[in-house]
């Protein structure tokens, strides 16, 4: 089994920046790859990006990309999305997930996801 937990959500004005942490315990692999999601009131669940293990090669969604930056430290078993130019758009519960399928490549399915966290809570302000 895996936990994790999310930290560094918060309220931040348009513009700004905040760095969002996943904390990854109990079983790891190190082959499986990191998902970050998120969910505004009354939408569905969006892919944002993820990171493989492995190679750590990425993906990003077109929404994000160039404003969210997804990294990882293998020290720690935290991996690390970095959020700027934030606009009251971004506000959602954002989550992160593990895919231990072990093949390395990231997917943009919820269902593809083993475990998640319990989410934090990101508002930007106008």
């Known amino acids: 089994q895996v936990q994790l937990v999310e930290s560094g959500g918060g309220l931040v004005q348009a513009g700004g920046s905040l760095r969002l942490s996943c904390a990854a315990s109990?079983?790891?692999?190190?082959?499986?790859?990191m998902g970050w999601f998120r969910q505004a009131p009354g939408e569905s669940r969006e892919f944002l990006g993820g990171?493989?293990?492995?190679?750590?090669?990425?993906r990003y969604a077109d929404s994000v990309k160039g404003r969210f930056t997804i990294t990882r430290d293998n020290a720690k078993n935290t991996v690390y999305l970095q959020m700027n130019s934030l606009k009251p758009e971004d506000t959602a519960v954002y989550s992160c997930?593990?895919?231990?399928?072990?093949?390395?490549?990231?997917?943009?399915?919820?269902?593809?996801?083993?475990?998640w966290g319990q989410g934090t809570q990101v508002t930007v302000s106008s």
């Open positions: 997930a593990a895919d231990l399928r072990g093949i390395g490549v990231v997917r943009a399915t919820p269902g593809a996801y083993d475990y």
């Open positions: 990171i493989s293990w492995s190679d750590s090669s990425t």
């Open positions: 109990g079983r790891t692999f190190s082959r499986y790859t």
